[in-house]
């Protein structure tokens, strides 16, 4: 490895570290502030969720830190004529470049893994955390205050003795007075149901009232209230959005036979309304129904079949962004990283972005397919070569 080589991956190296790691602190500070103001979370279950939200800020932080790193060292580079001097020794600019492509490439490939491992892991985490805590925080905030209200949920309790809600007032409001939950009891103990996106309390002695009319008394029974009352975190079940690469395929093979299965029944069943003369059956609601249901299975398909291209185009525009930025950076000669940083971040904002989400969301819907969210990637590759020629030519 030559003198360049080094300083330039040695230069790149310590500014993208310094500033991919004040970046990730930050974004992980945003985010469990959110989630704490969202869902009134406890410290010790803020804790818990750091280790799960690394993933995503690092998803975010990445492509955004590497262009500055490279915005900064390029400039600098160019703006004290060191492009110059290598240029006249007969280097070609291309020398100084390679060393950042070969780190974009390497920082692609770890990005496409962090974005693979953000959402099959630290959203199914954030999701575990946040549920088993929601029964922790009311315990926590009844202990205290005696009450809690959230959303139509309203607790009061004469007290809390370990796990046991002692004499609990509990009343889930609803706009229509017919389904108001009113429940009354000697004690109770709460527990969360993941599965069942259920708040599940145990009462004991005690009687439930529904609307004006229905009483019952209880003598120790499990009562489910929908998770929705005390958090904003559902289950989303095998969401394509979900699932890790490693099982795409098997997902999307599985996903066309239930498609297939549903043509077929849907052929058969219409083939019999019309030999029977039941031409009116096919407008009914349940043939309705099963269409609908049909057209979510391929929408579903659609979704499978982008989200793998998704996954690795953002994280390829690691790559694309040094494409541009390091040759632009170096035609700029200015040692002003802010002004090289602007110059190159707002036209990634404007058109990479759009293009990518353009991309996504044609090709979720089958009307494009699923490697036209890489369109966004080829316009900055495109644009790099190009500036790459241009500063190589000058």
Not at 60 to 71: D, E, W
Not at 260 to 269: G, P, W
Not at 350 to 365: C, I, N, Q, R, T
Request: glycine fraction near 8%; charged fraction near 20%.
């Amino acid at each position: 490895m030559n003198l360049i080589t080094r300083h330039v991956i040695g230069e790149l190296s310590k500014i993208f570290l310094l500033s991919v790691v004040t970046m990730t602190f930050l974004m992980v500070m945003v985010f469990l502030i959110q989630e704490a103001w969202q869902e009134s979370l406890t410290p010790a279950t803020i804790l818990e969720l750091i280790p799960y939200t690394i993933p995503t800020a690092l998803c975010f932080a990445i492509p955004g830190t590497v262009l500055f790193s490279v915005c900064i060292v390029y400039g600098r580079m160019s703006g004290s004529n060191e492009i110059v001097a290598i240029k006249s020794l007969g280097i070609s600019p291309n020398k100084v470049i390679f060393p950042g492509l070969v780190i974009a490439v390497i920082l692609s490939l770890f990005t496409v893994y962090l974005n693979d491992l953000a959402v099959s892991w630290g959203r199914t985490g954030i999701y575990r955390v946040i549920l088993n805590s929601s029964s922790k925080t009311i315990y926590s905030v009844l202990g205290s205050h005696g009450s809690f209200n959230k959303g139509p949920l309203s607790i009061w309790v004469d007290g809390v003795s370990g796990d046991t809600l002692i004499r609990p007032h509990i009343e889930r409001h609803d706009n229509n007075e017919e389904n108001r939950i009113v429940i009354r009891a000697e004690q109770a103990k709460i527990r969360v149901d993941a599965e069942r996106n259920a708040l599940v309390f145990r009462l004991e002695n005690g009687w439930i009232e529904q609307g004006n009319n229905l009483r019952l008394y209880i003598d120790q029974k499990d009562i489910d209230l929908p998770l929705g009352d005390v958090t904003k975190k559902t289950g989303s079940g095998r969401s394509p959005s979900n699932l890790p690469l490693r099982e795409m395929t098997s997902e999307l093979v599985e996903q066309n036979q239930r498609i297939r299965d549903q043509q077929r029944q849907l052929a058969i069943q219409a083939a019999f309304q019309m030999v029977g003369g039941d031409v009116i059956g096919i407008t009914q609601p349940d043939w309705h129904s099963a269409v609908h249901e049909l057209d979510q299975w391929v929408y579903r398909k659609h979704r499978l079949q982008t989200e793998p291209w998704r996954r690795w185009a953002n994280g390829f525009s690691c790559l694309c962004f040094i494409i541009v930025g390091a040759p632009l950076a170096i035609y700029m000669r200015k040692s002003d990283f802010w002004t090289i940083f602007a110059v190159c971040f707002i036209p990634i904002l404007l058109a990479y972005y759009p293009l990518l989400m353009f991309g996504v969301e044609k090709s979720k819907s089958g009307a494009l397919p699923p490697f036209s969210v890489w369109t966004g990637n080829l316009v900055m590759v495109g644009v790099g070569i190009w500036l790459i020629r241009k500063v190589c030519r000058t």
